[in-house]
């Protein structure tokens, strides 16, 4: 028998679509708006033509796009590798500050050291500290690559903070899971790793995607140490030309590499928020 609605119920499915496209309009209009006269303050400014000059002259943005890009790809790769060596330290930082029982008192303090130490120090000056701190060490006889610097400041300052999510994430798994699967004669490294750590990381991802995004904008501080990325690929054209335009580019390729993430981000958020309130009524 094939499902026909009443009356009354497409009557309601009536109203609701003419809601939805009376405030899709509405949306439309309204940003039009705005963008006209953010349009007409800007350039009605008294400035606006030397700016223009200045930050979007389209030939000197041609000009140097392909070596910005190249430095880009450098921050790509630095990104890569620092996620993934994030998330494994971070981990393994959240899991030694979960860890219960007294004799695991030095770990957790360990731990909460490492956190409290990378999470208050400022990113740049730890690029600078392990930047220019590490080579006069003379661990190596070669010269260390401030690529490989950059990432590891990189690395050590957001691991701190995904520790947290990750910690956050574990704390909030009932214990009730913990203590069902022990029960069931799993160890405390199988309880964490088939139990607590897949629900911990479910409920955490929307905050690890958004420091993902902190991250991809960060990697260009590299560039402080002498790396040729993005951001110092526009630097040095920007001296040769007397002229911002270059760094305008860095700025939207960065952009554009982030608004994916980003997206995701809030997909993922979404998603979560849906299924938490699966069968409620609001």
Request: hydrophobic share 55%; glycine share 6%; aromatic share 8%.
């Amino acid at each position: 028998m094939t499902y026909q609605p009443t009356q009354l119920e497409r009557d309601r499915r009536t109203v609701r679509a003419r809601r939805s496209r009376r405030s899709t309009a509405t949306a439309l209009v309204s940003t039009l708006v705005f963008a006209v006269a953010l349009w007409l303050a800007v350039t009605t400014a008294p400035g606006w033509p030397r700016v223009q000059q200045s930050f979007l002259d389209p030939v000197i943005a041609w000009r140097y796009l392909p070596e910005i890009a190249d430095g880009l790809w450098l921050n790509v790769r630095v990104l890569a590798v620092a996620a993934v060596l994030t998330v494994v330290l971070a981990l393994v930082v959240a899991l030694l500050r979960t860890l219960r029982g007294p004799v695991f008192l030095p770990l957790r303090v360990l731990a909460t050291v490492y956190v409290d130490l990378f999470r208050g120090v400022p990113l740049i000056v730890l690029l600078y500290l392990i930047g220019y701190g590490v080579p006069a060490l003379r661990f190596t006889d070669g010269r260390i690559s401030v690529v490989v610097l950059g990432t590891a400041a990189i690395v050590l300052t957001y691991s701190a903070y995904v520790s947290e999510v990750f910690r956050a994430g574990i704390d909030t798994v009932h214990p009730s899971q913990r203590l069902g699967a022990r029960s069931l004669g799993l160890t405390y490294g199988q309880s964490m790793r088939l139990v607590v750590l897949p629900q911990a990381v479910r409920r955490v991802t929307p905050p690890l995607l958004n420091d993902f995004v902190a991250m991809q904008k960060d990697v260009g501080l590299i560039s402080i140490l002498g790396a040729v990325d993005a951001v110092r690929a526009a630097q040095i054209a920007s001296l040769q030309e007397f002229n911002f335009t270059p760094y305008v580019v860095a700025a939207l390729l960065f952009v554009l590499l982030s608004v994916p993430t980003a997206r995701l981000a809030d997909w993922v958020s979404v998603r979560a928020t849906r299924r938490e309130q699966a069968g409620a009524v609001l």
